[in-house]
């Protein structure tokens, strides 16, 4: 009998998945030239190294026009304004994300109100979507949640038809394509994150694409205390210091030369993860779209079904990282987010819109289900370690799998951990 890792069994796999972000000479040397310039800053907007990035990432995502932040939720509220989306209008956001896709809006004093997800994406539904449009909604924001994409075709009908602005948080999206054409590079905007754990990284950053030029200039005026960014150069705006650095911006110039191959590897993986993982009884393999032509991995999600494979989601990450596998059970729903509780006691708005902001009236049942029994998200790194890397996330899997059969009051003392 093996014994689980989590009750001092040996774990599955001994070894580290590889560090992120990786660096070499390249980044130092990168840096040390920006130390040099002098041109530390994002002072003025853009410096060199930010618009060589720029450029360079409009050309690996599309998008006609893209504005360097300083980080990927700065971007949506940037957004927000730069579309004129403000107090008391209403933004739709998926119940199931990070934090900043719902205190974007909040910070550009708007409503955001969440909705209920697809099972087979984890992203936002757009049935959901349609059912929660009132007057005052200005906006949608899909979030492409770990490795899937939001059905972006029947998003731009719906806010087509109801004439709303769509700001995707590509943020965890970079290189993924969705019927020939890149994450973010559909919607009005697509927000990207340069944080430390994204797939392109600078520590810190962010990039806000735009579809036209009066949005692109409208953002960089925001993003630069205001200045005027229009093409006569006279048009002064309500603006921050939002900008990128330029030692963010060597840092993701560098980045940018590894990333292709980083991506084929991961995608070439995630393939052999479906095909291995779809052999596991009691685990659902969430379905391709034919439409999402390009996955970015920035975690691997799928389901359980606790009923076959033996105990919820939460205990199994438990297991699984005693294992040595990255993995986590996923977002709490938004409403019961942790992060936001203080929130709402601190914004004037729960009490101008008591209807949104009384979270313990929501009840998203797709949501909570993935959020509490079926969801599981695999690290980035496993996607960097070969097939190996893969065939111990397996391996950890049947282990687990197998000890929950042998023992029925297993997942309840995983759980008591
Ligand atoms: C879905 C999503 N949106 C937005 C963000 C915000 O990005 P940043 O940390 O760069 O502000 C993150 C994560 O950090 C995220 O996971």
Redesign the pocket.
């Known amino acids: 009998m093996t014994e689980l890792a989590l009750f001092g069994g040996a774990k599955t796999r001994e070894a580290a998945y590889p560090a992120w972000p990786p660096h070499d000479e390249r980044d130092i040397e990168a840096v040390t030239e920006v130390v040099r310039s002098g041109n530390w800053g994002g002072f003025p907007y853009p410096g060199a190294q930010t618009r060589r990035f720029l450029d360079a990432f409009i050309a690996l995502q599309g998008g006609k026009y893209a504005v360097a932040v ?7 509220e940037v957004a927000l304004r730069a579309a004129d989306i403000g107090w008391g209008d209403e933004v739709i956001v998926p119940a199931y ?5 719902a205190s ?1 809006p909040m910070m550009a004093g708007a409503v955001p109100v969440l909705v209920d997800i697809d099972p087979n994406t984890f992203c936002i539904d757009p049935a959901a979507i349609e059912a929660a449009i009132t007057a005052r909604t200005r906006a949608i924001i899909p ?3 770990a490795s899937q994409m939001a059905d972006m075709d029947a998003i731009m009908r719906i806010a087509a038809r109801h004439d709303l602005i769509v700001i995707e ?1 590509a ?2 999206a970079h290189g993924a394509v969705w019927n020939g054409r890149g994450a973010g590079a559909i919607g009005d905007f697509g ?1 990207f ?3 430390s ?2 797939i392109l990284t600078a520590g ?3 990039v806000l694409l735009c579809q036209t030029e009066e949005q692109a200039w409208r953002a960089a005026s925001i993003i630069d205390c205001g200045r005027p960014h229009d093409p006569a150069g006279e048009l002064y705006t309500q603006g921050g210091n939002y900008r990128m650095t330029e030692l963010q911006a060597a840092l993701l110039n560098v980045g940018l030369e590894r990333f292709p191959a980083q991506s084929a590897m991961r995608e070439e993986l995630a393939a052999y993860m479906d095909e291995a993982l779809s052999e596991l009884p009691g685990i659902r393999v969430l379905p391709r779209d034919e439409r999402h032509q390009r996955r970015a991995i ?1 975690c691997y999600t799928f389901a359980i079904e606790p009923d076959d494979f033996g105990a919820t989601n939460e205990p199994v990450a438990r297991a699984l990282m005693a294992e040595g596998i990255p993995c986590w059970s996923g977002y709490e729903p938004m409403y019961r987010y942790d992060l936001f509780q203080p929130t709402q006691s601190r914004l004037p708005v729960p009490s101008a819109f008591p209807e949104y902001f009384d979270y313990s009236r929501l009840h998203l049942p797709v949501t909570e289900r993935i959020s509490g029994e079926t969801g599981l998200w695999l690290g980035e790194a496993i996607f960097r370690a070969g097939k190996q890397g893969v065939d111990d996330v397996v391996a950890a899997l049947g282990k687990i799998q197998s000890a929950l059969a042998r023992d029925p009051g297993l997942a309840e003392r995983i759980a008591a951990q």
């Open positions: 300083m980080n990927g939720t700065l971007t949506m994300t990070f934090q900043a896709t974007a979030v492409h949640v948080d943020a965890h927000s994150s340069m944080q754990t994204k810190e950053g962010g920035y």
